[in-house]
């Protein structure tokens, strides 16, 4: 897959056939659409996504509150897997998003793309203010001579699959509900630092993670049972997100106590894969009772494996 973060000088002389959007979680309702996209494609075209380098809510809403489920590095991993010929990343700005939707239309997916087809979701909007929906882009499509796609909602259980309903389950433990509309693991990486190392005295040595992104969506503090990966390796392994009651933290960590690992990784980075929330944060009258519990935390995760 190509990625392509400057369309200033770009044009395509076969034709492409197109979808744009957020893609954030790369959930089952992408995944859909892109599907889609692919088994248009032949030898004569070329298939194209289009999607943002920030969340457009950040420039239209000025929404510093919302938190991403991917990076934009975990984004085109993601999107890479689907054997897509080309990914556009755009800047997306104040002069981007005060295009119209037909000058979005003709200065983007006629004049550059040279577009045959445009797939899109069900409830896509586009252009200044979005104010342009599937009729005004099946009208452009007539006027400049491309065809339009409509791809349906993606729903699990009789729920629309959406990237918001996925971040409301993370927000709320839902960890299991999250990654069956996902279709894989909600994960993250981060960078492994030195902490209070009170884990090993009581038998469970943790790794703190730092995570680099402060747009990245952190689960609720708790508890969660987790896969890891380091040096090509994967951990079965569980993680506390909190401020450590029982030892009057004053701060949140995240600390992840790795299965049959019995090695130093200072300064790692490591990609951590929510499996499961196991419990609620708890502050315990003492460190022995806080050992007694994340030994049955260990037993359940384990059991959880089997």
Do not use: W
Not at 217 to 223: D, N
Not at 249 to 265: H, K, P, Q, R, Y
């Amino acid at each position: 897959m190509k990625v392509i973060k400057d369309i200033t000088s770009l044009r395509f002389d076969k034709k492409t056939i197109v979808t744009i959007g957020t893609f954030d979680g790369v959930h089952l309702g992408h995944q859909k659409i892109i599907k889609r996209l692919q088994s248009n494609s032949n030898a004569a075209n070329e298939t194209v996504i289009i999607t943002f380098s920030q969340h457009p809510r950040f420039v239209l809403q000025s929404d510093n509150s919302i938190k991403l489920l991917n990076t934009n590095d975990e984004k085109i991993a993601l999107l890479d897997n689907f054997g897509i010929d080309n990914l556009i990343i755009l800047e997306f700005d104040k002069q981007l998003s005060g295009l119209s939707g037909e000058e979005f239309v003709k200065s983007v997916l006629v004049d550059k793309l040279n577009v045959q087809k445009i797939i899109i979701g069900y409830d896509h909007k586009f252009g200044r203010n979005r104010s342009s929906d599937i009729h005004d882009l099946i009208y452009f499509g007539k006027k400049y001579h491309f065809d339009v796609e409509q791809i349906s909602a993606e729903e699990l259980d009789e729920i629309t699959i959406s990237s918001t309903r996925i971040r409301k389950a993370i927000e709320e433990g839902k960890i299991e509900l999250a990654n069956n509309f996902l279709g894989y693991p909600y994960c993250f990486k981060g960078k492994v630092v030195k902490g209070k190392q009170l884990g090993r005295t009581i038998g469970f040595p943790t790794a703190n993670i730092q995570i680099e992104n402060p747009l990245k969506l952190i689960p609720k503090l708790g508890v969660y049972i987790v896969q890891v990966s380091l040096r090509n390796k994967t951990y079965k392994g569980m993680m506390n997100i909190g401020n450590r009651p029982t030892v009057d933290g004053t701060s949140t960590t995240i600390e992840v106590n790795l299965f049959d690992c019995d090695f130093e990784f200072y300064e790692e980075e490591l990609k951590v894969s929510v499996l499961k929330f196991l419990r609620e944060e708890q502050k315990f009258s003492s460190v022995e009772e806080l050992k007694l519990q994340l030994q049955k935390d260990k037993k359940d995760t384990e059991a959880f494996f089997v």
